[in-house]
C-alpha cells in the first residue's frame, strides 16, 4: 500500500496506477480515501465501467444504496 501511494503521489494523473491504488485502498478498508482516488477517475473518464462499479460497491457495502442504484444503473443504460 505505501508503495502504491508513494508512486500515486508522484503520478496522480496515471489511471491505471490510480485505480490499482484505489483498489488497494478499498480492499484494505480505506474506503474514505479509495472513494476520493475513484471520484478523481470518474471525473477524467465517466465511462469508465471499472471505476463506476467500484464506486457502487463501495457504497453498496457503505450502505449507500440509492447512490449504489443510480451507479449501476447509470452503467447498466450504457452498456445497451
Do not use: C, M, W
Not at 474514505?32 to 471520484?39: C, I
Not at 477517475?41 to 443510480?70: F, M, N, P
Amino acid at each position: 500500500l505505501q508503495q502504491y501511494e508513494e508512486a500515486y503521489e508522484i503520478s496522480p494523473e496515471n489511471d491505471d496506477l490510480a485505480y490499482e491504488y484505489a483498489l488497494t485502498l478499498s480492499r484494505s478498508g480505506s474506503t474514505y480515501h479509495a472513494t476520493r482516488v475513484f471520484r478523481d477517475l470518474y471525473k477524467r473518464d465517466a465511462t469508465d465501467v471499472s471505476v463506476i462499479r467500484s464506486l457502487a460497491k463501495i457504497g453498496y457495502d457503505a450502505g449507500e444504496y440509492t447512490q449504489a442504484k443510480k451507479l449501476f444503473t447509470a452503467e447498466a443504460l450504457r452498456l445497451i
